[in-house]
């Protein structure tokens, strides 16, 4: 062992093991041994383009070059039908099919911001609302679509101005046309809430579950709620106006986190209120800025009378749907919601695919994850 040299040293152990799952998918059907690098390599060791290139030839002994990446990056467009990112989506599928024993039933819908380290915009990466915090940053919209575990569907590409609700009607019927499954139960949550989405679900024939803004609705449809003076796991169901139905729920546990992100957002006003930090940026609807009130032209108060009313609220969720489930089912297949949310956080922490290096956008206008 002490005549060995590094340069005589090959990892076989990422091979060994993703590379296994990799051939199990189906993915060696597709017969490009950069891809297969890429894939390894952003499971076992994620970075950036020079921090793959390094691993491959400091582990594998494999030499390929920034460009080498970036052109066959290029490949991947969805543009091309008969592409490789045409057949990693299509064996993508057929394994989430398998799993789920060849029925997709109920599928989950939602978006994430992706930023760029960059200060310039094109038709595509253009600085919109951050779920991040990055709103001087260009970003993109990512949405995803994934059955029951968690098993993926497929995404789409959005730009970083969009409205999260004109995005999932599109995805469903690109998505659909593509795969061909047949009307699901489509499930997100209520940054996807809209008359026009709903309107069109219906007009579809799809089942659906959204979740709902319960203090957003017409007086009758709140007092409706607060009435029904739920108590800790129960779950109720009226029909609205619309024809409509609300499903309403109650959770103790989620009324203490309410109170207590409550106080915590009164507390950080309060603090900025007595600091004099309070700005023109402070004064809108978002958040808890919305116990914050004007009074004449300069005089900024915190309206303890919203905050103290809100706590009525504390604990309560609605869905909007028109499933004919049991509410207690509704409930629970929107709690399942969770499995989108895990995919993301994978995505950004364990996989790193943010941000997006300058040098990658300048050499392609559309960003599409490996």
């Known amino acids: 062992m002490s005549s060995l040299s590094s340069s005589q040293v090959r990892v076989q152990g990422p091979e060994l093991v993703y590379g296994s799952i990799y051939d199990q998918i189906g993915y060696s059907a597709i017969e490009e041994p950069m891809f297969r690098h890429l894939v390894v390599c952003r499971l076992f060791s ?3 383009k020079l921090k793959t290139i390094d691993y491959l030839q400091r582990y594998l002994h494999v030499s390929v070059t920034k460009h080498n990446i970036y052109n066959f990056i290029d490949r991947l467009s969805p543009a091309e039908r008969c592409g490789i990112k045409h057949k990693v989506e299509q064996i993508s599928y057929a394994q989430t099919k398998k799993v789920l024993k060849g029925k997709v039933g109920v599928v989950f819908y939602d978006m994430t911001t992706l930023y760029f380290e960059a200060s310039d915009e094109d038709d595509l990466r253009i600085c919109g609302f951050s779920k991040e915090g990055r709103h001087r940053n260009p970003q993109i919209f990512l949405g995803l679509l994934v059955a029951v575990g968690g098993n993926p569907i497929g995404y789409e590409v959005f730009e970083g101005n969009i409205h999260e609700s004109k995005t999932l009607i599109p995805m469903l019927e690109s998505l659909a046309a593509r795969f061909g499954f047949n009307h699901p139960v489509v499930i997100a949550d209520a940054g996807l809430l809209s008359k026009n989405n709903i309107d069109a679900l219906d007009r579809a024939g799809y089942q659906y579950i959204l979740g709902a803004r319960p203090k957003n609705d017409s007086s009758d449809v709140k007092e409706k709620i607060l009435s029904m003076r739920l108590k ?3 779950v109720r169901s009226f029909i609205r106006k619309d024809k409509r139905r609300i499903v309403v729920s109650m959770s103790d546990a989620r009324s203490r986190n309410d109170a207590k992100n409550r106080r915590d957002g009164l507390q950080r006003l309060e603090k900025k209120l007595g600091a004099g930090r309070l ?3 402070n004064i809108n609807n978002r958040g808890y800025n919305k116990y914050l009130r004007m009074e004449g032209n300069v005089r900024i108060s915190i309206d303890y009378e919203r905050f103290e009313s809100d ?4 604990g309560i969720k609605a869905y ?3 499933s004919k489930l049991p509410p207690k089912k509704i409930v629970a297949n929107y709690h399942n919601l969770w499995f989108i949310e895990r995919a993301f956080r994978m995505n950004k922490t ?3 695919i943010r941000p997006i290096l300058t040098s990658a956008v300048l050499t392609f206008p559309r960003v599409y994850p490996v």
């Not at 706590?311 to 504390?314: G, H, K, R, S, V």
């Open 46 to 48: 994620p970075g950036s």
């Open 279 to 281: 700005t023109k940026n």
């Open 311 to 314: 706590a009525a609220w504390d």
């Open 232 to 234: 800790d796991g129960q």
């Open 320 to 322: 909007v749907t028109n």
């Open 350 to 352: 364990d996989l790193r």
